[in-house]
């Protein structure tokens, strides 16, 4: 069964555009950790952020911002004001104690931003 | 930059040979985790080493072994290559034995069978 639905397969935007993918997870465990994470055009898979499933603080960190809200087991992840360096695609991961914490990723999203 | 790296960047081999990948960890990670990403299969957990031992196994194919040295990077051996090897390796690192601590992954190697 998919634990973590990235429903997005492409988005496409023009520069300077704020773009938002989704991402839905399924556990039934309270205790559980989140992750994005990205990978650009030259392939290597870079750590974005880390979340752990008792803290649902929305986070922002320079042009980038994330939204979790467990009462739709949702973890999504603005691009404000997207460049044409953030065309990757972006991966949403889960780890949780049903699957032995290996990390189950989604089926990423990839984003393009034209200039 | 993450710290981890694997050699080769690039590997082309024929059905039924076999290859060693390698990666080095970064500095101070005990655990180094393969992952496989294919067009089909997406990214895929293969196996943990944490600090030379098997930790975690994952969807590893009994073809595929793995092993961590004392110097801590590790080897991953893919055996009786099929064209459905194809795919895209990544070894990651991470601190402690937890998987769900942050891994950092290296660049990949990229294997194609002919």
């Known amino acids: 069964a998919q634990k973590v639905t990235q429903a997005q397969t492409e988005i496409s935007v023009v520069e300077k555009e704020d773009v938002t993918l989704d991402c839905v997870y399924e556990?039934?465990?309270?205790?559980?950790?989140l992750f994005w994470y990205k990978q650009p055009p030259s392939g290597e898979l870079v750590f974005l952020i880390r979340r752990n499933s008792f803290d649902e603080q929305n986070e922002i960190s320079g042009r980038y911002s994330w939204n979790f809200q467990k009462s739709t087991s949702s973890f999504n992840f603005t691009i404000t004001a997207s460049q044409v360096v953030d065309s990757a695609v972006y991966f949403c991961?889960?780890?949780?104690?049903?699957?032995?914490?290996?990390?189950?990723f989604g089926a990423g999203t990839t984003v393009t931003v034209r200039a | 930059d993450s710290g981890v790296t694997q050699t080769p960047k690039h590997l082309i081999t024929a059905t039924g040979q076999r290859v060693t990948l390698r990666c080095s960890p970064r500095s101070g990670d005990l655990s180094v985790y393969w992952y496989q990403q294919s067009l089909d299969q997406g990214l895929q957990f293969l196996i943990q080493?944490?600090?030379?031992?098997?930790?975690a196994k994952g969807n590893i194919l009994e073809r595929f072994s793995a092993q961590q040295f004392p110097d801590l990077h590790s080897e991953l051996n893919l055996s009786s290559l099929e064209l459905g090897d194809s795919a895209l390796y990544f070894c990651?690192?991470?601190?402690?034995?937890?998987?769900?601590?942050?891994?950092?992954f290296g660049p990949g190697t990229r294997l194609l069978v002919l």
């Open positions: 080493y944490y600090n030379g031992e098997e930790r």
């Open positions: 991961a889960l780890s949780d104690p049903s699957n032995d914490y290996k990390l189950s």
């Open positions: 990651a690192s991470s601190r402690g034995s937890w998987l769900q601590e942050t891994q950092y």
């Open positions: 556990t039934r465990d309270t205790t559980y950790y």
